[in-house]
């Protein structure tokens, strides 16, 4: 792939100078445009081989465009708070919002590729970390993300120089690590090797939606002017036409009458205060020993919290709260998302708070939002929710995998138990027509709320993160089936 | 995941009864729709370890539903004709055009799953196998493809029963296979690992545009509506909603006036007329004994010629059909799709004519018009030719790892030299007017293909499968260089 970088791709000094103001105003005028009407985030990775090509493509960029909107991530080495959470985490942070630009001057890319390079994964984890990025980057592209992806290519002779001059006198003022040189070095030695590896990554991760573009970096003039019309472009041709047609999907499951996983529960269950005291204190006391013990300072736990309104989340928390070390903890509630929420992709508020290798985090409510009351309300479109299953189940999958633990319970009670409780929490601080607006407005959606857990329930449960249906009409049965499970999942996992 | 499978899906045989009626109007009626106005082609897969319960439900389809205009794909074994090529082969074959039903009694998953199952295939082959359900799934969707994949699960004790039944006298008519039962057999033996193996499948291949509905199929009448219902409410939502928006991608790379790939020819090669006598005589003995060798019994080729026009294609392929045995030789002219091809993904007219073992297609023209001529003519949108690449590639590759030997030849001549030919054409058979016409057209598109020629050789040169550019302004030097070429490429993958 990619003969034509053998040509010689050059620009003289004089031609770059007679384009560059006219660019500069094409690119700043786009990035005003961008940030009067956000739409969507632009992602610019500059990859490749070329590590001094790309810083200075880098500058060049952040001298041209307002730096004050661009989102440079450019952290080769990874952060203590970065080390102890799964590897996409620290990209999830770096995403500019809508209207920004973000530049990548290290992406997920780079590990991938050096790994392999170095014989440090095989074939098969390669493969798995090509798969991980396609889905990553289809689920950014479908979230609104314009991609712009530049594989920096520089010959072999001039990284040689280069290398060479690192730290002597007379060299560019770059700071370059050890790790950094003996990586370079190493790419020089074995140029075909390395090529090889990243025309390899290249060609599996050039979709019709993020393309690859490989560029010829010798020559600086040739490769900023490049990198700039290139964005310039981009940024102008999505603000003028911002969509496509794509074939609609099809429509969900029908089924003649049919039973609801929700209706397999027995909401009778219940448990008298005595035993309820008991039970409870004794679980407790379960959880603080196995959150304390040092098997769980290597992993970490996730517990989602969904349920009907006035099911009990809350006194479930509360319970399971009062055993754990305020230290490690952290519980999110979830809302209507903020304006730096809503520039982002909608998993990213919950990345932003995945624990820390030993931490604790409680969500009380959670991304399953998107396939609970967006879908129900119509917030998301059919095929925006009908992806997130596949979205969500990824995401879990990335935290399972690096070893945290993922419980998740709905808590569920009927119509005339909600009813009561609406008209116990109406005596103490509401007024009656505010309750009996939203108890019609529920008592409508309540089965289209019925499917929609059902179908979550039955495409989310996955082996490594299973759903738990707690019989919610009893708070005190809730409570103790509640943290019993969770104790016997970290039981059973740590 | 779908635990819902375990509740008991029953629906008595009067609901049935009092439905049927109506919901075969229904299912009648869209298939008519769908035929009046033959936009996208509807596949219904039919999956899982329940041969009996899917027979049963695709007599019931074709029962309902016209069957002259649905194809059914259900043979379990391959005939010697599809063991011939590679593993996607069959499925393009059995595809259904726009307007049509296609309904696959076993599909792309079938092997997969049973030769993991089996431990006939690890981890890895199972993951790229994935891979490749996955690529081939997006790209129908692309292409239009309505998808309704039903997964039916049924108790083991019940097909345990069946198994048993199987052959017996009172059983059913069925026939049935010493394989498929000794796979039933095995299914049943090891159900839980069976269930797992299809649960990862299902998850890894449940996207949002082509989800997997898990259908509980011990009683008939239940699986049968709701598979009856599904099909008739997605082909209805389709035909009133066909598309749906989704972010547009980028432009193209924009970079200063840079090489052309094309311009590094030196097309003033020629041969004189006594050394091509030579040559050619030589390359194409060489040429016989290679493709008549026993080690080509085992490999096949497909010889790919693309060029400018007139650049001499059709002189090229004479001279090597004349050294080739024509019983395993097809030569392939591609113009204009015809109405069946129209109707199908734009690489199903390649598919068809992938040579068996040991065969020979040429191309005169290829899948490469996606990313030319319909590039340059706007008959494809930005978004459809730039996925192309993509798929073009992976189309390659499932040739080559079949162990197909695959060449492309792309025969440049300049402008001048076109225009030379088109007057010496004019001379014999057409009109002045007529060659003036087109001569300006090509000269005002020239740099567009160029372009385009050049993005496609970067974007499709792949080790397996790799570009040769040819100087095609003397005929003699461009069939020697195309034939010497060749017998290289066998020579090495021989």
């Known amino acids: 792939m990619f003969e034509s970088l053998r040509l010689d791709h050059t620009l003289s000094k004089a031609d770059f100078k007679a384009e560059e103001p006219d660019l500069r105003n094409r ?50 080495r990874k952060s203590d708070e970065e080390s102890a959470r799964p590897r996409m985490w620290r990209f999830w942070r770096a995403l500019p919002p809508k209207g920004e630009i973000g530049i990548f001057l290290n992406s997920w890319y780079e590990t991938p590729i050096r790994d392999h390079f170095l014989g440090e994964t095989g074939a098969d984890r390669f493969r798995e970390q090509i798969d991980e990025i396609r889905r990553f980057e289809e689920m950014l592209c479908h979230e609104g993300a314009l991609f712009l992806k530049f ?67 010798a020559d600086p003039h040739y490769r900023d002017l490049t990198i700039g019309r290139t964005l310039a472009a981009a940024i102008r041709a ?22 609801n996983l929700l209706d397999a529960l027995n909401l009778k269950l219940t448990l008298d205060k005595k035993t309820y005291s008991k039970r409870l204190e004794a679980e407790q006391n379960r959880l603080t020993k196995l959150t304390l013990g040092r098997k769980f300072e290597k992993r970490g736990l996730v517990a989602v919290f969904e349920g009907n309104d006035a099911a009990g ?26 304006d730096e929420e809503k520039a982002q992709p909608y998993l990213w508020r919950f990345w932003r708070h995945v624990p820390a290798r030993g931490g604790i985090t409680i969500f009380d409510r959670s991304w399953y939002g998107r396939v609970l009351v967006e879908r129900v309300e119509g917030f998301a479109t059919q095929s925006d929710w009908m992806r997130a299953y596949e979205e969500i189940r990824t995401f879990e999958a990335e ?22 409780r609406f008209k116990e929490r ?19 959606k309540w089965d289209a709320y019925r499917d929609a857990v059902h179908e979550m329930v039955d495409r989310t449960s996955a082996r490594q993160a299973p759903w738990t249906l707690v019989e919610a009409n009893d708070k005190r049965f809730a409570r103790v089936k509640v943290i019993s499970t969770l104790n016997e999942r970290l039981k059973a996992l740590l």
Do not use: C
């Not at 603000?239 to 969900?252: C, D, K, Y």
């Open 27 to 76: 690119l700043v005028e786009a990035q005003l445009d961008l940030l009067e009407k956000p739409d969507f985030p632009v992602i610019v990775l500059l990859s490749g081989m070329d590590p001094i090509g790309r810083s200075e493509s880098t500058k060049q960029l952040l001298n041209w465009l307002d730096s004050r909107h661009i989102r440079l991530f450019a952290s080769m």
């Open 151 to 217: 594989m920096l290519f520089v010959p072999r002779e001039k990284a040689e120089a280069e290398i060479k001059a690192f730290g002597k006198k007379d060299s560019p003022p770059w700071k370059v690590s050890k790790e950094e040189r003996e990586i370079g070095q190493a790419y020089v030695e074995r140029y075909d090797h390395a090529r090889a590896v990243t025309e390899r990554m290249i060609s599996e991760t050039s979709t019709g939606y993020a393309p690859w573009y490989p560029l010829p970096s």
């Open 238 to 259: 999505r603000l003028e036409e911002p969509t496509r047609s794509v074939p609609a999907g099809g429509a969900g499951l029908e089924t003649p009458p049919a039973p």
């Open 426 to 444: 109406e005596d103490v601080e509401y007024k009656r027509h505010k309750i009996t607006e939203e108890d019609w407005r529920n008592r409508e």
């Open 399 to 420: 935290l399972t995998e690096y070893g945290i633990i993922v419980v998740k319970f709905w808590l569920a009670i009927d119509q005339q138990e909600q009813l009561r």
């Open 313 to 338: 989340k809350g006194g479930s928390i509360r319970r399971i709260v009062q055993a754990l070390d305020p230290r490690m903890l952290e519980v999110v509630s979830i809302a209507a998302p903020s």
